[in-house]
DNA sequence: GAATTCATGTAACTTGTTACATGATTTA
DNA sequence: TAAATCATGTAACAAGTTACATGAATTC
């Protein structure tokens, strides 16, 4: 249950709704978690039942009631312990649907798959200029939750994996795009010498 | 329904049994996707329903019997169809239970989250040194589903891929564990200075 | 006037994981 | 003698995705 876990941490710091802890996510975790809406609630439900949280009513006006969780001594105990033990495993299973596509590319037209690639470098240039302004990403995180430096030295080092990460892609991209330009030259030459 | 499809990809290559699926998954495809082996016989069944393949018992003595699946004339035009359109967005959710880890590594004690990193470093390195001998895994490959040096130039890039991506990995656990040990020697100098 | 934000969820469905069952043969 | 390989699966459960519903307030 790592996404129950993984709310239970962000708890750990301050009461949230599953609206906010939402929006914590996307802007801390998602780079290398993410959940739906819709199962947050779920797990908060689940996790409620386990007493692991207790959660409050806050009445609004003009705005819909916001339901706060707070983590519970039972869910600390629990969120430390999964916390302390690490997988025995540490390598984690990648899925990859545009690594699939390139595995079979030999069924696509090399234009159409140089789109695509191309698509891809796009866009991750964009996911490295939203992750490469680390100081801006930790401030930012830093005064949603009110936290110390001492954390953002961890969250730093999570940003560096996806920096890194993110410009190896680019590389990648950058030397596929080449490798398969090569290619598309050579078949045109193999076309007008042997036609 | 990518798994389904990634097995149509292969059995586009040649008929095959759920068995030898596996391992050919285990053998490639398995740095960007994997499946565990009840799960590709439930997929096998539903695209059978489907009409993408149909199947043909054989006997064997002193073994059981073999169920070969063979792509149909309508699962290659779905698989076609289905290589051609790359999602709108390329970028894929990343899910690393060992990243939350570290992110929230604050409440860790710092020897024990380096010990972890070590192992992680350890892993990552053996990953390597199978990913990277490329022309054996390329070579074992071809042999496996007998197929020629066009395909292969695809699955290298695939492998290109793994290949970086590892090689970050365990560039950014050395960096990590440098700076987590300078981090240890501060946190020992200041106990020494103050008490 | 349409889209977005705030804030809650439920329901249905699809995928992925884990455990179990069978049973002979080969390798360590 | 224990384990791994060959080869099939079923069942139960956990996790992830998509679609839908509500409804006021604000921004474009």
């Given amino acids: 249950m790592s996404l129950g876990h993984t709310l239970l941490g962000l708890l750990s710091y301050a009461p949230m709704t599953g609206y906010e802890l939402k929006r914590v996510f996307d802007q801390s975790i998602n780079h290398f978690w993410n959940a739906q809406m819709s199962q947050i609630y779920r797990e908060l439900n689940n996790m409620e ?22 983590i519970t001594e039972a869910g600390n105990t629990a969120f430390l312990k999964w916390l302390e033990k690490f997988p025995a495993i540490l390598h984690e299973p990648v ?16 234009p159409d798959l140089l789109y695509e690639i191309k698509r891809f470098l796009r866009e991750q240039q964009e996911t490295l200029s939203t992750l490469g302004n680390t100081d801006t990403v930790i401030k930012n995180y830093q005064q949603m939750i009110k936290a110390g430096t001492d954390k953002a030295f961890f969250w730093q080092l999570t940003l560096n994996m996806g920096i890194k990460h993110t410009k190896t892609s680019i590389e990648w991209a950058e030397e596929c795009i080449k490798s398969i330009e090569e290619r598309v030259k050579w078949q045109n030459e193999y076309k007008n010498t042997s036609h």
Same sequence: chains 1, 2.
Avoid: C, M, N
């Fill in 95 to 110: 899925r990859s649907d545009f690594l699939v596509r390139i595995f079979f590319a030999s069924q696509l037209e090399l």
């Fill in 49 to 70: 039942t386990h007493g692991w949280l207790r959660s409050e009513i806050e009445k609004q006006d003009a705005k819909p009631d916001k339901r706060i969780y707070t």
